[in-house]
């Protein structure tokens, strides 16, 4: 630790451009620039070839580019790539082969221990040590990562180079006999990818089938989630469609995205939702074709991936009770622990236990209606009576205290003090595109819709083909 602890103000100035280094880099990219031109021509529709396998002839667009993008794209080599970059580059450079080495950091590892490894001489950890503020990402070194280290036979840094995020890299080089430390950003990259699926039981299942993560099928839930009940609505041979975004760093995914249009088809009629930014408050929501908020003043069921045990009625048979009772509210069977979303925004007006519902809480949304959430777990600890609560913000998890024959969550949907049936009540909607921007929201989405209609259509001929060879 003493090491890593040393103080930083011998900062060497770095504002000169390091010729040398790019020059270096420029050579290194044009050795790979056909790799550049192929990075470059990569989109989503066709998928990530092993770019060595093609044909390497430089290209004008690769040579074109700074030799500081293409340091970054050349980063992500694997440790041969890398090793065989340094091979063409010290040949042309007349110099002996040198070897880069990958070490990967152990658990109580530092980099004195890391140094030793790799047989580098002690001194020069202090001398990389004392290169200022970009070094000091050194200092948080995590078990797993990786540390690639250039070294001569006498034990002498020659570079060093550690990932310190998706976004960024520390590249440590000894130019005329100094070593020079610099941090580089990576270009991130947004593509576009599309995915459709057809429903035999249940979305999650038709979701991983058509190759999609499990984030984008919360999200595509939570688009559709104020118009169908995930619970109950579902049916077979539903269908959906949907774009996205995917982050990619040198041509390498990194994460999904947002959603950027989606499609459901249910029970025959069709739901489509487009992401759309306000121009004037900068707040991103999810539209109907027609500008209409996706957003409903209330969720349509305040828990996800459920199923509906008992529904509204004026009458029925109470299976604890054992004497025919109304039931006024729907009962949402799932396991113990699932979180239960409050319904709308509103504020917490009763938190406590009330006799046969158990724990129950109950949320007042504007000056007519409240939603009751019964026989909870647990409650969101942070929730307090009179605490303002968000529309989908947890608020309590589903459990079977009170008058339970198992875990479920009884909720109850009252207007004006009276129950109504939380599943076919007409719900309020939320704010539209404002007439102002219609124009522009027009001239954004139009384009994404098309490209949705496109892949829906396709995707539709796709299925009736797999029915009809079935
Ligand atoms: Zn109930």
Not at 59 to 81: D, G, I, N, W
Not at 102 to 126: H, T, W
Request: hydrophobic content about 35%; charged content about 25%.
């Amino acid at each position: 630790m003493s090491l890593i602890s040393k103080d930083f103000r011998h900062k060497p100035q770095q504002s000169q451009p390091h010729s040398h280094i790019r020059l270096r880099w420029a050579l290194l990219a044009i050795a790979c620039a056909g790799i550049g031109a192929v990075i470059a021509s990569t989109n989503s529709e066709t998928d990530s070839n092993d770019p060595i396998a093609s044909d390497s002839l430089p290209s004008f667009k690769a040579v074109t580019k700074s030799s500081e993008q293409l340091a970054r794209e050349s980063f992500t080599l694997s440790l041969p790539e890398l090793q065989a970059r340094q091979e063409i580059l010290d040949d042309a450079n007349d110099l002996m082969p040198k070897q880069w080495r990958e070490f990967k950091v152990k658990s109580g590892d530092n980099l004195a221990r890391l140094f030793k490894r790799a047989k580098i001489k002690p001194q020069q950890l202090d001398e990389m040590m004392k290169l200022g503020e970009d070094v000091k990402t050194l200092t948080r070194i995590f078990p797993k990562d990786i540390i690639r280290v250039l070294s001569d036979d006498e034990g002498t840094l020659q570079a060093l180079r550690y990932d310190i995020d998706h976004q960024s890299y520390l590249m440590v080089e000894r130019e005329h006999g100094t070593l020079v430390a610099t941090t580089y950003n990576h270009q991130i990259e947004t593509r576009q990818a599309s995915a459709s699926g057809i429903i035999d039981s249940s979305l999650f299942l038709a979701a991983q089938d058509a190759g999609i993560s499990q984030n984008i099928i919360m999200e595509l839930a939570n688009v559709f989630g104020w118009d169908i009940d995930f619970a109950l609505d579902i049916r077979k041979d539903d269908t959906f469609t949907v774009l996205y975004e995917q982050l990619f760093r040198n041509g390498e995914k990194i994460s999904d995205g947002d959603i950027l249009a989606a499609e459901f088809i249910n029970n025959g009629k069709t739901y489509r939702a487009v992401r759309y930014t306000n121009p004037q408050t900068n707040v991103t929501e999810y539209f109907t074709p027609d500008g209409k908020s996706m957003r409903k003043a209330f969720l349509r069921s305040p828990v996800n991936f459920a199923r509906i045990s008992s529904r509204f009625t004026t009458s029925r048979y109470h299976p604890v009770l054992h004497k025919v009772r109304s039931h006024k509210g729907v009962d949402y069977a799932a396991k113990r622990g699932t979180p239960i979303y409050a319904a709308g925004d509103g504020k917490v007006i009763f938190k406590g236990k009330k006799g046969g519902y158990g724990k129950v809480m109950i949320l007042q949304h504007g000056s007519k209606y409240t939603t009751l959430y019964a026989h909870l777990k647990t409650y969101n600890r942070k929730l307090r009576k009179g605490s303002k609560v968000k529309q989908g913000q947890t608020i309590a998890y589903v459990g079977s205290s009170g008058l339970a024959t198992g875990p479920h969550l009884h909720y109850e949907f009252r207007v004006n003090g009276t129950h109504r049936n939380p599943l076919t009540v007409k719900l309020p909607e939320s704010k539209p595109v404002p007439k102002r921007y219609m124009a522009d929201f027009d001239l954004t989405t139009t384009p994404v819709f098309a490209q949705l209609d496109l892949l829906a259509r396709s995707q539709q001929v796709a299925f009736a083909d797999i029915e009809t060879n079935n």
